[in-house]
């Protein structure tokens, strides 16, 4: 690629764009609803331009992953990423309606436009112009669900793309980056523990099992076990060691009864190079060694249980990587960085396909009320993808 196109702002959405960004936003996909109307319009929107679809279901078929690819057979080629559902409004004050696009002083608000239908968005308006390119190797599209409450849909759509004979070679994921190329990302497992006691008068308090205090000391051994990961740090994170916190918390009936259950949630984030199960299973050794023990002395049935609600394995691709030269090539920008937030990249570079995230708009709007990407940003993405068909003619 010879001449890169330069990233400028574009003053205004082209009709495509801005008809495409409309749809998406115009769809409530909440997490906890059903994403399939969205998916519909983007397998209608790919149908009518000759490009078949494949749809990847949940169990129950009210959300579905989206797989297509266009350009020729065979191995290789570049896969365009992006999740389909949306955090919620619920408790947010908005400015603006937040499920329909609301242009304002060069801003698209919207649910989702940020975090990542803006990306989507760009990503099938360029649609047609890579379909009547001559490439020289293949463009995978892969949308997903449920990736907001913890990467869960895209475990199907990586299982249809490795049982397809044609695997993609390279992964851009366009969660918002501020179109910085990120390399980078620690991992995350989410955990709820289950603390079983034994209920009774508080008056006779030590013939009962006191969950809540049994939670107390389990709560207070992770945050000891915290401790020893500061010591493991890798500066290219912020910040840069592992974490482990408790974010919910839910026990007791009334302060004259001994507590029966408490069951609290809490979550590690972890640097690429560390073992988590090891940090884990000392918290479960001292669950099963220690207090769970001396709590069945007093009643055989209590006990403690952990089960988890949500993981994804952190990413850490080479920057110095030709991939990785290439997205900065593409981006317009030489500014490899890592984020604090996961994505679904860490799976797709599990399953063999070197992975980066680069996206419009920025997650200081994500998630929260009045969320928008700029129409500047919009045009920075669509550069990216024009870079990107050129490079997928001429390579
Ligand atoms: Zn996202």
């Known amino acids: 690629m010879n001449n890169p196109t330069t990233s400028q702002a574009r003053p205004t959405l082209s009709e495509e764009l801005r008809h495409l960004l409309a749809m998406l936003l115009a769809h409530d996909t909440t997490s906890r609803e059903s994403n399939l109307a969205l998916i519909e319009s983007i397998r209608d929107y790919l149908d009518q331009l ?14 579905a992953n989206l797989y297509a690819r266009l350009g020729p057979a065979g191995d290789g080629g570049v896969m365009l990423s992006g999740h389909t559902d949306v955090v919620p409004v619920d408790g947010q004050s908005w400015s603006y309606p937040p499920f329909q696009l609301t242009e304002d002083e060069g801003r698209c608000y919207g649910r989702g436009s940020a975090d990542m239908k803006g990306f989507i968005a760009c990503v099938l308006e360029a649609v ?6 001559a490439l020289t190797m293949p463009l995978h599209l892969a949308f997903s669900y449920d990736e907001e409450v913890g990467c869960l849909g895209v475990p199907g759509l990586i299982d249809h793309i490795q049982s397809s004979p044609d695997h993609p070679a390279m992964c851009i994921i366009g969660e918002p980056t501020s179109m910085q ?6 991992g995350k497992v989410g955990m709820r523990c289950k603390v079983k006691g034994h209920a009774c008068h508080s008056a006779y308090a030590p013939e ?41 918390i839910q026990g007791g009936v009334a302060l004259n009864i001994v507590p029966e259950a408490c069951q609290f949630d809490f979550e590690m984030r972890y640097l690429p ?4 199960n090891a940090t884990l299973d000392k918290l479960k ?69 070197a992975t980066l995230v680069c996206g419009p708009g920025s997650m200081d709007q994500g998630h929260k009320p009045d969320e928008f990407v700029t129409i500047g940003q919009l045009g920075r993405c669509c550069d990216m993808l024009e870079n990107l068909r050129n490079w997928m003619v001429s390579h």
Do not use: C
């Open 273 to 276: 190079d560390t073992d988590v």
């Open 128 to 133: 047609p112009r890579f379909q009547q390119s």
């Open 285 to 353: 050794d001292f669950a099963a060694s220690t207090l769970q023990p001396a709590m069945q002395t007093v009643h055989p049935d209590a006990g403690i249980h952990f089960e988890m609600l949500a993981s994804y394995p952190p990413l850490l691709t080479d920057p110095q990587s030709r991939f990785a030269q290439w997205l900065s090539e593409w981006s317009g920008s030489h500014d490899f960085t890592t984020v604090a937030f996961g994505t679904e990249g860490g799976l797709f570079d599990q399953a063999g396909v």
């Open 208 to 248: 009962g099992v006191n969950a809540i205090e049994y939670a107390a000391r389990l709560i207070g051994k992770l945050t000891d076990l915290a401790e020893p990961l500061k010591q493991q740090q890798d500066r290219r994170f912020d910040p840069p060691y592992s974490t482990l916190q408790t974010g919910k």
């Open 181 to 186: 190329p990120v390399y980078g990302h620690k």
């Open 50 to 63: 000759g490009i078949p679809s494949e749809l990847i279901f949940n169990p129950e078929r009210t959300k």
